[in-house]
């Protein structure tokens, strides 16, 4: 199973992205990101992230999709990697749309298509 550590519910996923994840893990389980305060210290960060892990490590995921917050993040992966947990990031093909607008404004359009799960690199390694 993989865990979807991300605020981007599976269920809004493409077709692409959850069958791959179901190909690959055999089932997707949703688990949101946090909510980190600005002001947070590194003893609030390590408590947070510290409680999500145990948390996601009790429901022995094969993998973690983890994206969010940057520092929180790396906190994340690298506590899932302690663990032996494999953790990944979505990667896509981002195309933007510009149309001139009547009104002189320009309405700008982000589309995502999802290309792969890419493995973060263990940190051991770097």
């Known amino acids: 199973m993989l865990i979807n550590l991300t605020n981007h519910p599976s269920t809004n996923w493409s077709p692409e992205q959850r069958d791959e994840a179901l190909r690959r893990w055999g089932g997707i389980e949703d688990v949101s990101f946090p909510s980190v305060g600005a002001q947070w210290d590194d003893a609030d960060m390590k408590r947070c992230a510290g409680a999500i892990v145990g948390e996601v490590a009790a429901k022995k995921p094969d993998a973690v999709l983890c994206q969010g917050e940057m520092s929180m993040t790396f906190l ?51």
């Not at 404004?105 to 263990?122: C, G, I, P």
């Open 76 to 126: 994340l992966v690298a506590m899932f990697q302690r663990r032996g947990i494999p953790v990944y990031a979505a990667t896509s093909e981002r195309r933007v749309c510009e149309e001139l607008m009547p009104d002189g404004t320009v309405r700008k359009t982000v589309l995502f298509s999802f290309v792969q799960f890419r493995k973060y690199a263990e940190l051991t390694e770097l």
